[in-house]
Structures are given as structure tokens and as C-alpha cells.
């Protein structure tokens, strides 16, 4: 049926940048036999998934929406897609993305924009992980996976109308997650309810000696206390997250989303997070210089794309990352390598350390005082194609209130809280909670469900 419905409305979508229909069919039919023999692994098993095309899959090329990884294939799985293939999932292909995750639209692929499946296809589905939302949300996976950086899984997944869950930093392992910004990656779902992203966390959370940031710490049944509902719990709410300028449609269904949450016998609290107007900016200096270092590595040897060089070394070099990387990957290089270079760096980098120090304190002084924060995922709900496309700093602002949590290390899932007036778009509410506590999340996303 995935696979149907993807020769249906993927020519519309382009939620995929590769479609892997015969080990996909493969894979279902073994999973058959297995059922068939009373073999029975997982919830996962021959449930249909997505993969953002920044995870690495043996054999299975992974371009990270790059021209230079374009006929990248790694020799090697990523952990969370080896965990999956113990659980007997099923592949459906390689999800679109905004190019090295860069972006918040996935207008940055190198091959094509994906359309949200909302509206009337002309709005963006939220980036970087847009391949996978958009996937979940038209059908075309019953799960996917993504990587969010500064709110590239909460992002789509409130753009496209599912539940989309960013884990603690070392919840999941980033081994074979190619890398962006790697204080700030981690992998997640993102999932049609919250009891399917409760059950793929299960699959893919745990510690991996591959990863020496991945957490020594004992992972719950996540599946269990779903139904716990939230009575006694304290909600906090976070005062900076309702800014002037936000989209009147998302202030109020998020109000709304959180009335219900206080009729359902949570206590609300007024917070303060007074670091988060400096978010943006502090996750932009440390995300590009840690971008730059970590995109180094694309230089026409060891990975992907090579020109045909007429001349030394480095022109072959030059040639080869002028040619293979998209203007805002390059944007950001440059912008990262300056934040980094002597002289610069202690009034930029040093000071956007000492800036995530504060806004963390400020996330734990919270937690002090609730057991978990309700707010926007963003300001707006999805715009259109080419809308903020010449203006970074516009596509930038869309991260406001993802981006902070990132830099915390939390946990936080977006849950769909209700639609705009026109065309029926999206809007989400994230539940943010103190670092491994992924279950707090899930209890407060399935009681809002
Ligand atoms: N939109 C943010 C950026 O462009 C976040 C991306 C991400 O989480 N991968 O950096």
C-alpha cells in the first residue's frame, strides 16, 4: 500500500531522493516469514520507514542532498539503521533534505524541493527534514527518521501535521549520521501519533560505543506510562516564546493546546527563559563554525565528487567544493571558518559558548520549577515555495524557538495543536523536558492526543 501510494503522489511530493522498492519489497516478505514463524522481533517489523538522506546505508547511496555526496555510497550502516534492520523494518527510501541539513524549508536540496502534502502543494514542508515529514504526512512511509540540529525534526513535523521528536543530546548514537554541527546533532522520529514515536525511539535510543557522545544511560519502555495522562504534572510555559510579530492563528492554537492540557489537570506555570532572544544568534555562530570544521573534509579525496582538475592540488580542491557544495552550505562555511579564525574568535565563538552556558541555566533553573515546558515550535506556520529564499536571515528566524532547546541538549517533541483558517495548514506545540527524559515528553504528547 506505502509503496502504491508512492507511485501515486511522490511525482507531486518529492518527499524522496531515492526510492529502494525491491529491498523494500524484500524486506516485507521476510518479515512475512519471520511472522509466518512465530518470529516476532519487534513493533517494528515490516512497518515501512523513511530515512533522511543523511543517514548512511550500506550499499545505499546517501547524498545528504549534496552534488557532492551525489554518488556517495557508504560502506558501512549508520547504528540507528542497523538497530532498525534488527527490528525488522522496512525500507522505502532515502528522504529529501535541505543540503548537510542547512535550512529550515528544504528548498537547500541540491536535487529538488519537496511540497508540504497541506495546502495546495505550493507551501514548503519545513526543513531540514522536510523529505521525511512530508513522507509521514502524505503516506507514503508509516514512520520516518530525521536529524535535527536546531529544530530540523520539530520544524516539518509542525509544518506537515505529525508528531516529530528530537531525543536528548546522547540518547541516540549519530554514528553513520553525517555530520553537521556535532554538539547539537541527534536523530529522532517522526511519526503519525505519539505512541509510533515512542515505539521507533525505542528501536534506535541506547548507548553505542561507536559514539563516544551517546549516553551510558538506562533507557525506559517508552510504551509504558503513555497513558498516564498529565494530572499533577507542572507545565511550564515560557513567556519569551510568545513574541510580538508571531502569526496570531499559532499564538492561539497553542493557547489552546495548552488550555486543554490545564483542563486535563496540569498545573501551569508562568516562566522565564531570559537568555532566548539571544538563541539565533548564538546557535548560528556555533553551528556554522562547527559546520566549517566538519565539512572540511570534502575536499575531492577522501569522499564523493571530484572535478576533472587542469592544474595542482589545490585548484583541484578549490574546484572541487566551488562545484559540489550549494550557496547556503558555502554561506555557512564562510561565516564559520570567520567566527573561528584568530582574532575573531573570542569575541564570536568564545562568547557564544559562554551565551549556550546562560540559556542552559536558564532551561535548568525552569526545571526547578515545572516538569516540563509547553510553547510554539515556531512563529508561523508553513510559508510558500521561494517566499524566504533570498533571505537567510528570514528562513533563520524560523529556528526562534527550536534552536534554544537544541543548544540545551533537550528533549522536546512537536505535536500537531490545530490548523490555520486558510488552506488548513499545520500548527505545532513542543513539550520540552529536562535531558533523558524523553518519557515526560510522550506522557504530555499522548495526553494532549
Ligand atoms: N534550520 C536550522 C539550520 O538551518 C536547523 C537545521 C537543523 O536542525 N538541521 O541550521
Known amino acids: 500500500a506505502v509503496l502504491a501510494r508512492c507511485d501515486a503522489v511522490e511525482p507531486q511530493v518529492r518527499a524522496y531522493i531515492s526510492l529502494t522498492p525491491d529491498l523494500a519489497r524484500e524486506q516485507a516478505a521476510a518479515a512475512d516469514a519471520a511472522f509466518a514463524r512465530g518470529d516476532i522481533r519487534s513493533p517494528l517489523q515490516g512497518i515501512p520507514l523513511a530515512l533522511k538522506d543523511n543517514l548512511c546505508t550500506q550499499g545505499i547511496v546517501t547524498t545528504c542532498a549534496s552534488h557532492m555526496l551525489e554518488s556517495f555510497v557508504p560502506p558501512y550502516d549508520a547504528t540507528v539503521i542497523q538497530r532498525l534492520r534488527e527490528a525488522g523494518a522496512v525500507m522505502v ?147 519569551e516564546y510568545f513574541v510580538e510579530g508571531m502569526d496570531p492563528e499559532v499564538e492561539a492554537s497553542v493557547r489552546t493546546g495548552i488550555a486543554t492540557l490545564k483542563s486535563l489537570g496540569a498545573e501551569l506555570v508562568d516562566i522565564s527563559l531570559p537568555h532566548t532572544r539571544y538563541a539565533v544568534a548564538t546557535y548560528y555562530v556555533l553551528a556554522n563554525a562547527e559546520a566549517s570544521s566538519n565539512l572540511a573534509r570534502y575536499d575531492g579525496v577522501r569522499y564523493g565528487l571530484r572535478t576533472a582538475a587542469d592544474g595542482d592540488l589545490l585548484s583541484m580542491y578549490k574546484q572541487t567544493r566551488a562545484e559540489g557544495f550549494g550557496p547556503e552550505v558555502k554561506r555557512r562555511i564562510m561565516l564559520g571558518t570567520y567566527a573561528l579564525s584568530s582574532g575573531y574568535y573570542d569575541a564570536y565563538y568564545k562568547k557564544a559558548q559562554q551565551v549556550r552556558t546562560l540559556l542552559r541555566q536558564d532551561f535548568q533553573q525552569a526545571f526547578t520549577e515545572c516538569d516540563a515546558l509547553l510553547s510554539p515550535v515556531a512563529p508561523t506556520p508553513a510559508f510558500r515555495l521561494g517566499e524566504r529564499l533570498d533571505d537567510p536571515l528570514q528562513m533563520y528566524l524560523a529556528d526562534i524557538f527550536t534552536a534554544p532547546v537544541s543548544l540545551a541538549g533537550l528533549p522536546a517533541m512537536s505535536v500537531p495543536c490545530g490548523y490555520t483558517q486558510q488552506d488548513s495548514l499545520p500548527i505545532g506545540l513542543q513539550i520540552i523536558a529536562p535531558p533523558f527524559q524523553e518519557d515526560v515528553v510522550l506522557q504530555v504528547g499522548a495526553a494532549f492526543e
Open 93 to 239: 527510501g532515502k528522504a529529501n533534505m535541505d543540503e548537510f541539513a542547512m535550512g529550515s524549508s528544504t528548498e537547500n536540496s541540491y536535487f529538488v524541493p519537496t511540497r508540504n502534502p497541506w495546502g495546495d502543494l505550493e507551501y514548503v514542508p519545513g526543513g531540514s527534514s522536510g523529505g521525511s515529514a512530508a513522507a509521514v504526512a502524505a503516506d507514503m512511509c508509516i514512520a520516518a527518521l530525521g536529524s535535527d540540529t536546531g529544530g530540523s525534526i520539530r520544524l516539518p513535523a509542525a509544518m506537515t501535521g505529525v508528531v516529530g521528536l528530537k531525543p536528548t543530546y546522547g540518547r541516540v548514537s549519530r554514528f553513520g549520521l553525517v555530520a553537521f554541527a556535532s554538539s547539537l546533532d541527534q536523530i529522532g522520529p517522526l511519526t503519525k501519533d505519539v505512541r509510533d514515536a515512542a515505539m521507533v525511539l525505542q528501536a534506535i535510543a541506547g548507548h553505542d560505543p561507536c559514539d563516544s557522545t551517546s549516553g551510558d544511560v538506562p533507557v525506559p519502555d517508552y510504551s509504558q506510562g503513555l497513558e498516564r495522562g498529565v494530572r499533577g504534572l507542572k507545565l511550564g510555559v515560557p513567556r
